[in-house]
T-cell receptor
Framework: GAGVSQSPSNKVTEKGKDVELRCDPI?????LYWYRQSLGQGLEFLIY????????KSGLPSDRFSAERTGGSVSTLTIQRTQQEDSAVYLC?????????????FGPGTRLTVL | DQQVKQNSPSLSVQEGRISILNCDYT??????FLWYKKYPAEGPTFLIS?????DKNEDGRFTVFLNKSAKHLSLHIVPSQPGDSAVYFC????????????FGKGTTLSVSS
């Protein structure tokens, strides 16, 4: 497929468990972003990867959240010891290193429910 | 504090009429503004953008207007179609690339036939 893909599409977990969310960006896109959308809210930035540079982690809400990007392509967002307030749709986006307007292409998201 | 505000959570319009979605921002460093459209269970898709050097950008039925002095932008859809029913997000950026987009909370547009 040509678009950003994410897996799983839905994840239900129990409070205190760890979860891993995966993102496959568009081929050739070196920039990768994670956002989350909580109920009734806009998209909230979490983390940004650009090539081999150190990621911008300024949006991560706590040290329970981490992400890595292997080989400059696939990214995994990990949430440790999940809490109910972590329930949200987690969206991944990718873009070219240079764009005219910061257009980012989004995947379908992973809906995380923490019971 | 929200840097990008969409004060109308919802808007209902009849098919064929104009839809006007509004967005306000507070950060004067923002120079790039984007509108995204989101259907349920799908990711947001890019619709149209404008940079601060312009006050209008048009693409088919969609036009975005920017008033920098008022820190306000609007998206006009003419004529509205039932397939336009979706959540519309306004987003802003201070750079043309390599930085997070700052999103509003979205406006749900319903177009009735």
């Amino acid at each position: 497929g040509a678009g950003v893909s994410q897996s799983p599409s839905n994840k239900v977990t129990e409070k205190g468990k760890d979860v891993e969310l995966r993102c496959d960006p568009i081929s050739g896109h070196t920039a990768l972003y994670w956002y989350r959308q909580s109920l009734g809210q806009g998209l909230e930035f979490l983390i940004y990867f650009q090539g081999n540079s150190a990621p911008d982690k300024s949006g991560l809400p706590s040290d329970r959240f981490s992400a890595e990007r292997t080989g400059g392509s696939v990214s995994t967002l990990t949430i440790q010891r999940t809490q109910q307030e972590d329930s949200a749709v987690y969206l991944c986006a990718s873009s070219l290193v240079r764009t005219a307007n910061n257009e980012q292409f989004f995947g379908p998201g992973t809906r995380l429910t923490v019971l | 504090d929200q840097q990008v505000k969409q004060n109308s959570p919802s808007l209902s319009v009849q098919e064929g009429r104009i839809s006007i979605l509004n967005c306000d921002y507070t950060n004067s460093m923002f120079d790039y503004f984007l509108w995204y459209k989101k259907y349920p269970a799908e990711g947001p898709t890019f619709l149209i953008s404008i940079s601060s050097i312009k006050d209008k950008n048009e693409d088919g039925r969609f036009t975005v207007f920017l008033n920098k002095s008022a820190k306000h932008l609007s998206l006009h859809i003419v004529p509205s179609q039932p397939g336009d029913s979706a959540v519309y997000f306004c987003a802003a950026s201070d750079l043309p690339a390599g930085t997070a987009l700052i999103f509003g909370k979205g406006t749900t547009l319903s177009v009735s036939s």
